[in-house]
């Protein structure tokens, strides 16, 4: 399993990026698929999440209707669009699945938000 994150970078207040996850080695198209967040000197914290078929979708809080989670199965990637971003969502962003019991991360990227 292998999950590489794209797309951060750094961004004014009020602008947006759009991360993606490039998956390979499972069935992506069979696995529910999400994105976290690290801050420095916090636990890292589920941002979205997305299930096989895409048809459900979950969000934090601090994101609704901001952050758009969504996935192409075709080309085994996952996306989270990013608005209206705020200097809170500065963080390391990474996605993540589950095959068998077992948690894969990708390397993440890293997304600051400053003016």
């Known amino acids: 399993v292998t999950l590489v994150e794209s797309g951060g970078g750094l961004v004014q207040p009020g602008g947006s990026l759009r991360l993606s996850c490039a998956a390979s080695g499972f069935t992506f198209s069979s696995s529910t698929m999400s994105w976290h967040r690290q801050a420095p000197g916090k636990e890292r914290e589920l941002v979205a999440a997305?299930?096989?078929?895409?048809?459900?979708?979950n969000y934090a809080d601090s994101v609704k209707g901001r952050f758009t989670i969504s996935r192409d199965n075709a080309k085994n990637t996952v996306y989270l669009q990013m608005n209206s971003l705020k200097p809170e969502d500065t963080a390391v962003y990474y996605c993540?699945?589950?095959?068998?019991?077992?948690?894969?991360w990708g390397q993440g990227t890293q997304v600051t938000v400053s003016s």
């Open positions: 993540r699945t589950i095959r068998l019991g077992v948690y894969y």
């Open positions: 997305i299930t096989n078929g895409g048809g459900v979708t």
